[in-house]
């Protein structure tokens, strides 16, 4: 029987030959990654094992990132706790205030994960870096703490839907709109416990940042992973950020997938995912008028250069609506000095936007955002439950950074294709 | 392992988010995060729940944010045992790794009402309805997870040179 890209991984980090669905097997880690929420927990558990040392400092990552800068006491507290770890272990990738950018943008751009790679992070957008086609996995606390004392981590191995790709994405349509699109065809649990595959004619039509964004909302359909086969924009990226050496492995032709899904990208559209799942996915064909309250461009899934450039792009200008709170947050410093050079910040600032430094912020209703009661927000980000932006009877309406720069411009949720005719 | 407890009853799509929301997650402390359990879903949790009283709920309960102040705050506000139609799969192995009763049950959890006793019979796979008599079967762990659990987490498997 033929293996799936993400059995391959996990056969090779088993040191197998060989893997089928179901079975339990113990992996080797090639990077253990955690935050400043869910590190703490870890460092706990990690303590009770008595190791004097993480299993590998090069191979441990922590990234200061979701109440970074501390937004209060507590927070500080958390990330000192994690910051004197480092230190004692002598963490290298230990990222800080200054150096840190939301995580699941930061790794990739400094080349700690490349092809091949098996990774687990203690943050459920670590799928992302499926995207470099590498097996890479969300995990709790626990795993983390046995992750960094001993580098490996139990998995049953899944089994997959692919997604054929084909065709081309059009003007102000990007990675999110596809997405969320799948979301919503397949639903929160559609592929839950398994991996999603891409693959198809239609991958050299979508840049990194547009795969980087769909392999990142993968957990969103319950997947364990989502991986893309590898190509040539996969390694002239990897080649340009890391000095590491790819491993590139790709599908067998008798691979099982248990469903097939083909997505002509010529035909996805802006799509918003409505209040409070992800697979309430709308088009503007069926969208009365959303009146909103805020605007929020970034996130690990859509704070990148490119949806920066896509964002400004259609804010360039104009003003955006009054009593809408646009709130631009590059994922990285890199992305936000770029941004700067591109002169991107200029064009959000004078929209009458604001531009923060790099941190999860709002998303997950930490700071730097947060909503009233009866509030509506568009955002670039990855979830819309109850009372994830701030108070549980606010709302958020998930959507691409086209649609979140038209919106905030509307002051209402609008089609970017409509802002630009 | 068995357990019986009062039932409080949950829907689908259960998210991390509502079962401890991230303003409080500034935190470790466990009966902290318990004080806030649910709290966005349901403001009565904290104040009804007793110890051994068992959650039951739709399909995949837990999903979201692999916060495992989740579980942690569900096994400390006393719930013994969570038995859903589907759990998330971040949530069902850091349950697993904490060592918070969790099973996999569509009938049991389409069935079972808010308030009814119920019997959890993890050893044998049986799910006991002592309200309406009912009785559910359901799947047992694989061996290397029943190992985990029955060592009180990965934590102790590690220590304890089960998983090396």
Redo the contacts between chains.
């Keep these: 029987m033929g293996m799936t890209m993400t059995q391959k991984i996990l056969a090779a980090h088993a040191g197998l030959d060989s893997v089928e669905s179901g079975q339990l097997i113990l992996v080797n880690l090639d990077l253990v990654l955690g935050n400043d929420i869910t590190s703490p927990v870890a460092i706990r558990e990690f303590n009770k094992l008595g190791k004097e040392n993480v299993f590998d400092k090069e191979k441990v990552t922590m990234v200061m990132d979701h109440f970074a800068p501390n937004k209060d006491i507590k927070a500080a507290e958390q990330c000192k706790m994690c910051r004197d770890f480092c230190g004692e272990k002598s963490v290298t990738n230990f990222f800080d205030v200054g150096e840190m950018g939301i995580e699941h943008a930061l790794l990739p751009e400094k080349g700690l994960v490349v092809a091949g790679d098996a990774v687990i992070g203690a943050d459920s957008h670590t799928c992302t870096y499926g995207a470099l086609g590498a097996f890479s996995t969300g995990v709790g606390s626990t795993d983390m703490a046995c992750g960094m004392a001993i580098g490996k981590a139990w998995f049953k191995v899944p089994t997959a839907i692919k997604f054929n790709l084909t065709g081309k994405l059009n003007k102000y349509v990007s990675g999110k709109d596809v997405i969320l699109h799948i979301i919503g065809m397949i639903g929160v649990d559609g592929a839950l416990y398994k991996s999603m595959e891409f693959t198809g004619e239609g991958l050299k039509n979508l840049s990194m940042s547009d795969r980087l964004c769909i392999a990142n909302m993968a957990i969103e359909a319950g997947a364990k992973n989502g991986i893309f086969e590898v190509d040539d924009i996969t390694l002239d990226y990897i080649e340009k950020h890391s000095t590491r050496k790819p491993v590139v492995f790709k599908a067998d032709d008798d691979a099982e997938y248990e469903q097939v899904i083909d997505i002509d990208l010529s035909q996805v559209k802006s799509t918003v995912a409505f209040p409070h799942l992800p697979e309430n996915a709308r088009t503007f064909d069926k969208i009365d008028e959303v009146k909103i309250d805020q605007v929020v461009i970034g996130s690990c899934t859509n704070g990148r250069l490119e949806d920066l450039i896509a964002a400004a792009e259609i804010m360039k200008g104009k003003k955006v609506a009054k009593n809408v709170r646009t709130i631009i947050i590059p994922a990285t410093q890199k992305i936000y000095l770029e941004a700067m050079e591109m002169g991107l910040l200029k064009i959000f600032i004078e929209s009458g936007a604001v531009v923060s430094t790099p941190t999860c912020g709002p998303c997950l209703g930490g700071h730097m955002g947060i909503l009233a009661k009866g509030e509506r927000a568009v955002a670039t980000t990855n979830r819309n439950f109850v009372g994830r932006m701030g108070h549980p009877e606010s709302e958020v309406y998930l959507a691409s950074p086209e649609v979140a720069a038209a919106s905030a411009i509307a002051g209402k949720l609008a089609d970017p294709a409509v802002v630009m005719a | 392992m068995k357990y019986e407890g009062t039932v409080i009853k949950y829907g689908d799509?259960v998210?991390t988010?509502?079962i401890i929301?991230?303003?409080y997650?500034?935190?470790?402390d466990k009966k902290e995060l318990a004080s806030h359990c649910m709290e966005?879903?349901d403001t009565t949790f904290v104040s009804r729940v007793k110890v051994g009283d068992i959650m039951v709920a739709g399909?995949?309960f837990g999903?979201?944010?692999?916060?495992?102040?989740a579980?942690?705050a569900i096994k400390e506000s006393g719930i013994s045992i969570v038995i859903a139609k589907?759990f998330?799969?971040?949530f069902y192995?850091?349950s697993i790794?904490?060592g918070l009763g969790i099973v996999e049950c569509p009938e049991a959890a389409e069935d079972i009402k808010e308030g009814d006793i119920v019997e959890a019979d993890m050893d044998n796979g049986i799910i006991y309805n002592k309200t309406t008599g009912k009785q559910y079967k359901t799947a047992p762990f694989?061996d290397?997870?029943q190992k985990?659990i029955e060592n009180g987490?990965?934590?102790q498997s590690?220590?304890d040179g089960v998983?090396?």
């Design positions: 799509n998210d988010d509502v929301p991230a303003r997650l500034n935190t470790i966005d879903l399909q995949n999903c979201g944010s692999s916060r495992e102040h579980p942690i589907s998330a799969r971040i192995r850091n790794n904490i694989p290397f997870v985990i987490g990965l934590i590690i220590a998983i090396k």
